[in-house]
């Protein structure tokens, strides 16, 4: 993928390994073609002019995955037992291994973690065992793109894939990380998310690795209490966190020219932690960097590079970003934060009750 000429000699040799189907015909009843990522046609199946894309279509939207009704009938056994000291353990596996649809009416297990889970019943993040696509991490942190909860996209564009310019929803919905999570048949516009817990976070731990530029080597040592933090109202604490993440930047890699890389981390990091987190919240007279919700509290965070943190909750005051919330009963935080470029930290911060 990052290497353009090795693409289209790949292209090259697919196209006419497919050509040789054309003339058979007459010999073929029924075939299937499966993969990852579809090619245009002109580039790799130039010769096949009758292949139906089948991907989205509502009746084959079973044909791969297992089903609920499959898993209760195959694993009736393993389940019961393990609903002696798990009342809610089909829940449990739904959260975490089901999600998976094309159609809006199945939905499917990734086979690969739920077979793994019922051979060993302990929930893990099985996902990172089957490959890890270091150039789509590479390709999200070279577009800043940090925020991948929600895409909107057109059917047409979903099933496209275009090597030389790559588009990241079609990519992350092709490459399983998101899959549909609404559809309107009137705006033929489709809405994507994470499919499940395990796939959630081993895109944001893949991630935030990224952008700390330590690919392979997991970032949850440094993300343990970061949502405790915000919980507890406990904002100093939070500082301190978010600080020792940005510390683990390589010092040589690191030039920010923007506040995009605090940014980025920040975001991830509450993500990954398992926060309600949203980033550039538009409101009537501006966007919020970061919104964080908890069951207690609301903090409206607003980030300034080598600027003053009293700019930043100004911003947040003048452009009333907590304002939409007034009637809301929790607690509300304006959070002005001053992100230092040279010393690669929070250099300063303030908060104020709104």
């Known amino acids: ?38 090619f245009s046609k002109t580039s790799i199946f130039s010769d096949l002019n009758n292949l139906r894309n089948i991907t989205l279509v509502t009746p084959f939207g079973d ?77 999200l942190k070279d577009n800043a793109v940090y925020d991948v909860e929600k895409y909107e996209i ?91 993440i940005i510390a683990s930047l390589p010092y040589d890699h690191w030039n920010p020219k923007t506040e995009t890389a605090f940014h980025a981390l920040i975001h991830i990091g509450f993500k990954f932690a398992g926060l309600d987190v949203e980033s550039e919240v538009h409101s009537a007279k501006g966007r919020c960097d970061i919104l964080v919700k908890t069951d207690l509290y609301i903090y409206a965070m607003d980030l300034k590079l080598d600027d003053a943190s009293t700019k930043a909750l100004a911003q947040i005051k003048e452009k009333g970003y907590l304002k939409p919330y007034a009637s809301d009963p929790r607690k509300k935080f304006a959070v002005g934060i001053s992100c230092c470029s040279k010393k690669r930290e929070i250099g300063n911060y303030l908060v104020e009750e709104q």
Do not use: C
């Open 154 to 244: 057109g059917g047409q564009e979903l099933s496209n894939f275009n090597t030389n310019d790559p588009d990241i929803a079609p990519l992350l919905f092709q490459t399983g990380y998101l899959t549909i999570k609404k559809f309107s048949e009137q705006d033929s516009l489709y809405e994507l998310g994470f499919p499940n817990r395990e796939v959630r976070a081993s895109l944001l731990g893949g991630l935030l690795s990224a952008y700390r530029l330590n690919d392979g080597q997991s970032s949850m040592d440094l993300l343990v209490g970061l949502r405790t933090t915000l919980i507890n109202g406990d904002i100093p604490a939070m500082i301190l966190r978010l600080n020792a």
């Open 63 to 139: 044909i791969v995955g297992i089903s609920q009704t499959e898993l209760e009938e195959n694993f009736a056994q393993e389940i019961s037992q393990l609903q002696k000291t798990k009342p809610d353990i089909l829940n449990q596996i739904k959260t975490w291994y089901n999600g998976y649809t094309w159609n809006m009416q199945t939905w499917v297990y990734n086979p690969f973690s739920l077979l793994n889970f019922m051979a060993d019943p302990v929930f893990r993040n099985y996902w990172f065992e089957t490959a890890t696509p270091t150039f789509l991490y590479k390709l």
């Open 1 to 38: 993928m990052e290497n353009p000429e090795q693409v289209e000699a790949h292209r090259s040799k697919m196209s006419t390994f497919y050509s040789i189907l054309k003339d058979s015909d007459n010999y073929i009843r029924l075939l299937m073609i499966t993969g990852v990522s579809q």
